[in-house]
């Protein structure tokens, strides 16, 4: 481009205009901005809760892998295992029961990686200590030192055995459907068989652990194959994130040609004063589809930056939803550490300004009378 035209660009995108020209020349993209604002939260929103549900079956579910025998030999490093048991039982508390899901782990259980992820408060001292839920302690008007009894059904023996138990603990329910009724207890309670859970850390890959143990013989599952429905709803959101990304695109277009009808509109004298100094229609279509992509790009990076500053702060309104009592978020966890997804944020821009690159010059080429 000549310098001319570098000048009149800078000039229509508000080089040297007030604030008001600028504020006008971009509300034709106000509602790209708006929207753009919005999918940014939604990806990232979407990305922090698919990612903490997913670890949060690891940390209460069952571990990353669930082994038959005692795998400590052939764990990678970094990796947990600890021996539970499993069983049901009532619990009768002063306010009420409830049937409950029993796991019966060791002293050490909630260090490491649980004691990191998890929010867990209380001694864990008493006669018989368990750790409860908070949704549960709640039900059950039950805190940290409190006792209550429960009537543990021994499957192998066909009977139910009384206990009287403390509240030792209390771990905050990050996903209720998973949580809110999963009592710890300890190991010697249960009389069912050990088996091992295994907790990698983030990103280890789950699904060469299990295998590396069945080929020393232990029966050896993932998290993805024991809780599949629960695992389902993970990429389930994941998968809406595709969605998305062509909605942008889709909405891209239309407002990205509709804003460069209006920029010709707009600049109707501007455009006949250059073809009569000369300027050709495809330099002049030149010019626009740079004004147009120039404006696009900024109500896009705008948005972006709107979305990010809505996404920090959707843990605090997931957390008010929360404590109203809602069941809404039953199925989804109730907090979430916000996990920005740098890459499809910068890929949704991209698919953005290419999809409204293709549209503005689709546009240009159909709006001949304005050009002359």
């Known amino acids: 481009m000549s310098d001319a035209q570098r000048l009149y660009i800078a000039r229509k995108c508000g080089s040297g205009m007030g604030a008001g020209y600028i504020l006008s020349s971009l509300l034709p993209l106000f509602i790209l901005f708006l929207v753009t604002a919005l999918l940014t939260f939604a990806l990232s929103f979407i990305n922090s809760m698919a990612s903490s549900i997913d670890r949060m079956i690891q940390l209460m579910g069952s571990g990353t892998v669930y082994a038959l025998a005692d795998p400590s030999a052939y764990l990678p490093s970094g990796a947990e295992s600890g021996a539970v048991r499993s069983g049901t039982g009532l619990i009768y508390a002063g306010e009420g029961e409830s049937a409950v899901i029993l796991k019966g782990v060791g002293d050490g259980y909630f260090d490491g990686m649980r004691a990191a992820e998890l929010e867990i408060s209380g001694s864990g001292e008493g006669m018989n200590p368990a750790v409860i839920s908070s949704e549960l302690a709640e039900e059950l008007s039950l805190e940290a030192g409190d006792r209550f009894t429960l009537l543990s059904w021994e499957a192998e023996k066909g009977r139910a055995r009384p206990y009287l138990c403390t509240v030792g603990r209390i771990?905050?329910?990050?996903?209720?459907?998973?949580?809110?009724?999963?009592?710890?207890?300890?190991?010697?309670?249960?009389?069912?068989?050990?088996?091992?859970?295994?907790?990698?850390?983030?990103?280890?890959?789950?699904?060469?652990?299990?295998?590396?143990?069945?080929?020393?013989?232990?029966?050896?599952?993932?998290?993805?194959?024991?809780y599949a429905s629960l695992y389902g709803n993970v990429r389930s959101s994941i998968m809406i994130l595709y969605v998305i990304l062509a909605f942008v695109a889709?909405?891209?277009?239309?407002?990205?040609?509709?804003?460069?009808?209006?920029?010709?509109?707009?600049?109707?004298?501007?455009?006949?004063?250059?073809?009569?100094?000369?300027?050709?229609?495809?330099?002049?279509?030149?010019?626009?589809?740079?004004?147009?992509?120039?404006?696009?790009?900024?109500?896009?990076?705008?948005?972006?930056?709107?979305?990010?500053i809505l996404s920090a702060l959707s843990p605090m309104l997931l957390s008010a939803v929360s404590s109203s009592g809602s069941s809404l978020l039953d199925y989804y966890v109730t907090s979430f550490t916000l996990r920005i997804p740098f890459g499809a944020i910068a890929l949704m821009i991209l698919l953005m300004l290419s999809v409204s690159s293709l549209s503005i010059l689709i546009a240009l080429r159909r709006i001949k009378g304005t050009l002359q």
Do not use: C, W
């Not at 949580?179 to 699904?207: G, K, N, T």
């Not at 509709?258 to 330099?283: F, P």
């Open 171 to 226: 771990f905050a329910s990050v996903y209720p459907q998973l949580d809110r009724y999963l009592v710890y207890v300890p190991s010697s309670m249960l009389s069912s068989r050990e088996a091992y859970e295994i907790l990698l850390p983030r990103d280890m890959d789950a699904d060469s652990v299990r295998n590396e143990l069945i080929s020393h013989g232990i029966p050896a599952y993932t998290y993805m194959e024991l």
């Open 250 to 308: 889709l909405l891209a277009a239309f407002f990205s040609s509709d804003a460069a009808q209006v920029y010709l509109s707009r600049d109707r004298k501007d455009i006949r004063e250059l073809a009569m100094l000369g300027m050709a229609s495809g330099e002049i279509r030149g010019i626009y589809f740079m004004i147009t992509l120039i404006a696009v790009a900024i109500a896009a990076l705008a948005g972006t930056a709107a979305g990010l």
